[in-house]
């Protein structure tokens, strides 16, 4: 135990930096996020994740929004099981052939006024993998999608961007 003591203190604190946003633009975000829900819900907006074949980047992304430094969920925003519940999809990966179908269906089981946001450069166009015999490629070759957020993985403060950006659209379109 002793050596393992003495090994920790050598080599000292190994950790990665923090981010480099500042935690204003975070609650500025959130409020901006809180108020369009509020108006647009007068709820909390409900989410249903759907990973259609992806490598699992964008869903640390998705579960890093929701520990308590992002916390998501003090803006209203929160992730549930079913698409019968949800008021928007968040779809991630390509969509693999095997979840081609799973996909519409999660699609048609979401009650209408919905919207589809597309997340990571796989689920926007298809990424690395583009359309096989195993891809479909892009989610809106299967379902439509309202709005897109690239990156890989897209970090957490773009993904509150796009939510933003999909309420926005879908308040206009509503109004």
Partial sequence: MLRILRHSQRIGIITEPGPVH?????KR??????????????RSLAIRQVDAGSCNACELEIHAL??????????????????RHADALLVTGPVSRHMEAALRRTWRATPAPKFVIALGNCACSGGEFGVTYASCGAVETVIPVDVKIP??????LDVLRGLLAALTASSRQDG
Avoid: K
């Avoid at 975000?29 to 007068?42: H, K, P, T, W």
């Avoid at 430094?69 to 925003?77: C, I, T, W």
């Avoid at 990156?151 to 957490?156: E, F, T």
């Fill in 22 to 26: 500042s935690e204003a633009e975070l």
């Fill in 29 to 42: 975000l959130g409020v901006e996020l809180r108020r369009l829900i509020d108006a647009r819900f007068g």
């Fill in 66 to 83: 929701n520990n308590p430094y992002y916390d998501l969920e003090r803006f209203g925003v929160h992730f549930v099981a079913s698409p």
């Fill in 151 to 156: 990156g890989c993985p897209p970090a957490p």
